[in-house]
């Protein structure tokens, strides 16, 4: 293993081994509690930008396989943890991570405190990092994370959404048959915005029952609202993806044709937060963000359940006058979804399809097969 070299943006400075690939990168530094599926979260677009630390101590002991991938790439910039493993363990394996993260020039730094930068990150909050297998100048790094831009000012949506539209075949995964089950012919036919959609979600779309198209991030509204009123699609999901939506202004404003022309919605994570930036209701930046498998959220029966999360922004509490409080985070009473009022739209901030994570939330899937027209 070589050494690598990490300066975080509050002036700390620090040294430890690397694994995967080499170079130099910049991006935000985040923290992530699960227990299992380092393979997932790092195959998850929404990372891009990132460095990951994992506070689970022991990572790439299951290897890596094909179809654990949330995308084609991995899109975080890095990822950190306490013990990394080459010699992995596990019948689904087909590689190491350390070749996964080769193949797709990903940093992986090791036999670094973890505990210790977790703590930082939770009282100081999510902050810049560089990191370098090159450069090992305290003042020269300091002077290139200086020099680079910061994560919100650059668009990842443009990088991390599909090019062309594809039509999305298959379902949810099969544990009898260890292979996803493959799409079945539906009536009901919904178009997914891409901002950085994972693969599960689209998964588990299908599995409700819906036929679903994937479209880029660059639509135009008056295409998909001309597709609607031909009776082509019964629906529109806006997907999870990276960076601050605020910064997303020319899909706002298409959003908000969507919105106005009747369709029935439904968001996750950043298309959430889509939502109500383009029903007026701007969005805020959490201090450390929300990254795990282990958050408690309250839905509208009173029943607790366990959610995955991977966010940095958070609708406003006075959404409350537009739209109606469904979801709602028992850690730090943030909110978790809403349904607009005299709309068929509705979204959440937690990521139900649980990929990883647990299955607690997948029933919202079926909330929104009943109102695909």
């Known amino acids: 293993m070589q050494r690598v070299w990490i300066y975080l943006e509050n002036g700390t400075f620090l040294e430890a081994k690397s694994f995967g690939a080499t170079g130099t990168s910049v991006g935000e530094i985040v923290f992530n509690t699960s227990l299992t599926g380092y393979q997932e979260i790092i195959s998850d677009p929404s990372y891009a930008g990132q460095f990951v630390t994992f506070t689970m101590p022991e990572i790439g002991n299951v290897g890596v396989n094909d ?6 790439n991995c899109h975080c910039k890095g990822v950190l943890v306490r013990n990394y493993h080459n010699d992995y363990s596990n019948f689904r394996a087909q590689d190491t991570l350390d070749s996964l993260l080769k193949e797709h020039n990903v940093l992986g730094i090791c036999e670094i405190d973890t505990r210790y930068l977790t703590k930082m990150l939770r009282d100081e909050g999510a902050m810049m990092m560089i990191a370098s297998t090159e450069i090992h100048d305290k003042d020269e790094l300091a002077k290139q994370l200086a020099a680079s831009p910061r994560i919100e000012d650059i668009n990842y949506i443009e990088q991390v959404s599909t090019k062309e539209a594809y039509v999305h075949k298959f379902g949810a995964w099969n544990h009898s048959e260890m292979a ?17 959609v994972k693969r599960n979600i689209l998964n588990e779309l299908v599995q409700s029952g819906l036929e679903v198209e994937v479209i880029p991030s660059s639509f135009k509204a008056e295409d998909l609202i001309a597709r609607f009123e031909a009776k082509e699609i019964g629906g529109i999901f806006l997907s999870n993806g990276p960076g601050d939506p605020l910064t997303l202004t020319k899909e706002k404003a298409e ?9 029935p919605m439904f968001a996750i994570c950043l298309g959430h937060q889509m ?4 029903h007026g209701y701007d969005t805020y930046k959490l201090k450390f963000g929300q990254h795990g498998g282990n958050h408690p959220v309250v839905n509208p029966s009173n029943v607790v359940e366990i959610t995955a999360q991977n966010h940095n922004y ?6 409350i006058e537009i739209a109606e409080i469904t979801h709602q985070n028992l850690f730090d009473n943030t909110i978790e979804g809403v349904k607009y009022k005299n709309k068929d739209i509705f979204s959440v901030q937690h990521h139900p399809e649980a990929s990883p994570g647990p299955h607690e939330s997948k029933y919202i899937f079926n909330e929104f097969a009943k109102i695909v027209k």
Not at 67 to 72: A, F, H, P, V, W
Request: avoid cysteine; aromatic fraction near 4%.
């Open 255 to 263: 959003v908000e044709k969507l919105i106005n022309a009747n369709i």
């Open 67 to 72: 179809n654990d991938m949330e995308s084609r």
């Open 275 to 278: 939502l109500s930036i383009a």
């Open 180 to 196: 996803y089950n493959k799409a079945m012919m539906s009536d009901k036919k919904v178009l997914v915005v891409d901002f950085g």
């Open 314 to 319: 958070n609708v406003p509490d006075n959404i």
